[in-house]
């Protein structure tokens, strides 16, 4: 890889990109039905703990990414163990992302195109982007991101004339379970995802401030994530949101202009392709990056390959049709669990001991010598 460094905007922009990578299959919440914008509010505040997590991870660390400071803190056995873990679930993440757009793409635009050849269209240019450098995810996503969040503004302006405010009537009706359940879906996919993240944050700029670019990319991103909720939820209403795979497609399909402004839909699928493919870059990335540090391999580009092949393959494996892609999410809010909160704060414990046990071998001495 090469020795650029990302900037602030870059790295945040990537955050924001990954993140909104999901929100072709989030946009809304099932659970909380009229009221999943509240959820998308509770699912940042949910959010905010993991970030001051991981700037303290980083603060104690600088200049690492996350696979240095696994081996760090456990040592080359234990961590290795947990490298190969996070190289997984990056690889089982990338495949989830490789099959939804994948079935985005074939669904609603190119039904007659097998999938695997859809599938093979998005290796190439990942792998292109990933083996030329993080800068260059950074960059790109640094260009596509006001687009995507520019799109999301004018389409909710566009909209208002066939929005109905009576879809979110009756505010907070929804029962204090099914409300929580929907932002802990929002908190697990895509927001809790932010640790495959950390494989980027050793080749940001020194002078980047981690706090603001990951507080500024969760407000950004929230704010798009209310824009599309409210739309759709206006618009579409409930139940009718239910009933279609990608609710934000659908929405975007009905809004016009007299004759001469419609079919914005294409636009905005072509946007949702960007943020995911943005996504299933940095998860490339990831596991390459820690497939080259589990073997202790001096090059990372000859990983890449091997990587999204098997996100490629797995892709393929992990569901039938469609209505087991969108089931699969309740299941996988569970399955994540491990990897997005209780590995963290493993880690996070296991960095707090051995900084306090160098401080304390730090001041032995010099207590001596007094």
């Known amino acids: 890889m090469t020795n650029h460094k990302m900037t602030e905007k870059q790295i945040q922009a990537a955050l924001i990109m990954f993140w909104l990578g ?13 009221d999943s914008w509240v959820s998308s509010l509770l699912a940042a505040i949910m959010t905010v703990p993991l970030i001051f997590l991981y700037i303290r991870l980083c603060s104690l660390y600088p200049g690492k990414n996350l696979f240095e400071i696994l081996l760090q803190i456990f040592g080359k056995i234990f961590g290795r163990v947990f490298i190969l873990i996070y190289v997984f679930f990056s690889i089982y993440l990338g495949g989830m992302m490789m099959k939804t757009f994948s079935s ?69 009706n929804t029962d204090l379970k099914a409300l929580f359940s929907g932002a802990f879906t929002i908190f697990m996919l895509p927001l809790g995802e932010v640790i495959v993240c950390l494989s980027l944050f050793s080749s940001f700029d020194t002078h980047a401030h981690m706090s603001r670019f990951l507080f500024k990319g ?10 599309v909720n409210l739309r759709n939820i206006l618009v579409l209403g409930f139940p009718s949101a239910t009933m279609f795979y990608f609710p934000s497609y659908e929405t975007v399909s009905i809004i016009s202009i007299g004759d001469f402004f419609s079919r914005v839909e ?10 995911g493919f943005i996504k299933i870059s940095v998860c490339i990335y990831t596991a390459s990056l820690g497939l080259t540090k589990l073997l202790n391999a001096p090059d990372q580009k000859p990983y890449v390959v091997p990587c999204s092949l098997l996100m490629a393959t797995l892709s393929g494996m992990l569901y039938t049709n469609s209505v087991e892609m969108m089931d699969f999410i309740k299941y996988y ?24 046990r160098r401080r304390s071998d730090a001041e032995s001495p010099s207590a001596s010598e007094s």
Do not use: C, H
């Open 218 to 227: 969760l407000a950004m991103t929230l704010t798009v994530l209310l824009l």
């Open 333 to 356: 809010t569970i399955y994540a669990i491990p990897f997005e909160i209780i590995f963290p704060l493993i880690i996070l414990i296991g960095a707090e001991i051995q900084t306090r």
């Open 104 to 172: 985005f793409i074939r669904i609603l635009n190119m039904p007659e195109t097998p999938e695997p050849a859809i599938i093979l269209f998005i290796i190439l240019l990942s792998v292109w982007m990933v083996k030329s450098g993080p800068e260059t995810i950074g960059r790109m996503s640094k260009y596509t991101w006001p687009i995507l969040g520019t799109s999301a503004v004018i389409t909710f302006l566009i909209a208002i004339k066939d929005m109905n405010i009576s879809n979110l009537k009756p505010i907070l």
């Open 266 to 275: 294409v636009l905005i699928g072509i946007n949702l392709m960007l943020a």
């Open 22 to 34: 999901s929100l072709v299959i989030i946009a809304i919440s099932p659970e909380a039905k009229q």
